[in-house]
Structures are given as C-alpha cells and as structure tokens.
C-alpha cells in the first residue's frame, strides 16, 4: 500500500476511534508495528496527530498550512464530487474568484467550456485555465506563498477589494459551526475574507474531513456563507446542524 493511502487510512481510523494504540492501528491497517509508528512519526511531526503514552489522537488544532504536495492526494473523489456539484453554480459569463487549493483546481477543470472571467490567487489554476481562450485569467498578484504556491498580500488584497464577482468560492483546512472557517495564520485569512467579502455568491468547498478542525485566524462564520458544498460522509449529527443554517447545504 502506498504511504500517502496507508495514512489517510489512520486518520479515517482516529476520526471513528478517538484515541487509539499503535496495536490497534496494526490491525485494522494490515501493516508492521515498524510501518505503523514511521506513519505515526511523521504525522505528529506535521501537526496532524498527538502522540503520548495512552496512545494516539487526532490533533484537531492546524498550526501550519499543509503543503499542496500533502493535500493533492487526500480525498481525491470527494474532491471531483464537490467541483461536479459547484460547476452548476456558474453560469456563461460569469467573473468568478477561486480560492487557492486542490479542490479548487478540480473546478478549474470544469470551468475550461464556459465563457468566463476567473479571478485568482492560485499559480497552478491561473496557468491551467490560461491556455483556454473562452476563460479570461486574473491573477491577483503579490508574493508567492510557497507551501499553497498562490499569492498573498496586500497588492492581491486590493485587488479583490474592488471587484464585485458572481460567485467567490472559498477553500479551507479547518471548518465547523463552533469556530467557523479559520485559517493557520493572518496573512491568509485577511486573504480569504476579501475574496468573499463583495461577491453576490458565497460558497464554503470542504470535504468533511476538514470538519471539527480548527486554526487560530477565523475566516468567516460558516452562516455567512451563501452555500456550503461537502460529502455525505459527514455525521448525520452535523449534517443537521449545518442545514439549520441561514446557508444552504449541499451534500454530494
């Protein structure tokens, strides 16, 4: 089993077993105690578990911002499902802002046939979508983030200060309805509180599990959104609680 697949395996593992030993994770794994505890080395290095003599737990505080390379692989088909489902939320000739992010990049993929302008903080979408000539590509602009390789700072900001778009799609690492959408660090949720802050349509693309995550920057509370788009894989607890809100909630 590849290493990326085997620890997205632990971490479903923790979500539905809270605190766990390595044992435990041995067998419901299928790997050796030695393949299990390098996993588990590397995760608590990353901010990802807590590791102490009881056993092993989900850290559910962000600190940093997961590299592009660490998300691209993770929930690959709740990913295509999310981008599948906001398509339909665009229409020909719309302006449309996209967050930075994976799941984003699947959308951008989908946008390639509609004649669009996209706004953009995100280096990977900008240089997909640009080779196509119906979309018509802004970057933002600013300094380069290395670990989202997307833009960031006050030159992009400003820009995003004076549009009014259709429809602003916004990515996170940490969502839920006690904290809201949060961020690891301030530079990056300034950013995103500009990219939602003029559009006529909000929408929050999170697979669930991202829910019950938090960072120390709030965002945005999730019932200021216009819509939130994420999987069924989501508790059915939550996934009350979330239609409870002002927002509407789409599960796919």
Request: proline share 3%; glycine share 6%.
């Amino acid at each position: 089993m590849r290493r990326q697949a085997r620890q997205d395996q632990i971490l479903e593992y923790l979500k539905a077993h809270n605190l766990v030993t390595v044992e435990q994770l041995v067998a419901a794994i299928n790997a050796s105690p030695a393949t299990i505890r390098r996993d588990l080395i590397k995760l608590d290095r990353q901010g990802i578990i807590h590791r102490s003599h009881g056993g092993v737990a989900l850290n559910r505080f962000i600190p940093v911002q997961p590299t592009t390379n660490q998300k691209q692989l993770r929930q690959q088909a709740e990913k295509r499902q999310i981008a599948q489902c906001a398509i339909d939320m665009v229409q020909p000739g719309d302006s449309v802002v996209l967050d930075a992010g994976t799941t984003m990049l699947e959308l951008a993929r989908h946008l390639t046939y509609l004649p669009v302008r996209v706004i953009t903080a995100d280096l990977h979408i900008a240089l997909f979508l640009s080779e196509f000539t119906q979309v018509e590509v802004t970057i933002i602009g600013g300094r380069i983030d290395d670990s989202s390789q997307s833009c960031v700072g006050d030159h992009g900001r400003r820009l995003l200060r004076a549009i009014n778009p259709d429809v602003a799609f916004l990515s996170c690492n940490s969502w839920c309805i006690e904290k809201g959408i949060t961020a690891p660090n301030e530079e990056k949720a300034g950013l995103k509180q500009d990219i939602i802050a003029n559009a006529r349509r909000r929408v929050l693309l999170a697979d669930s599990s991202k829910y019950g995550a938090y960072s120390l920057f709030r965002v945005a509370e999730l019932g200021s959104m216009t819509d939130i788009i994420t999987d069924k894989l989501l508790s059915s607890s939550v996934q009350k609680k979330l239609a409870a809100l002002s927002c509407r909630l789409h599960l796919v």
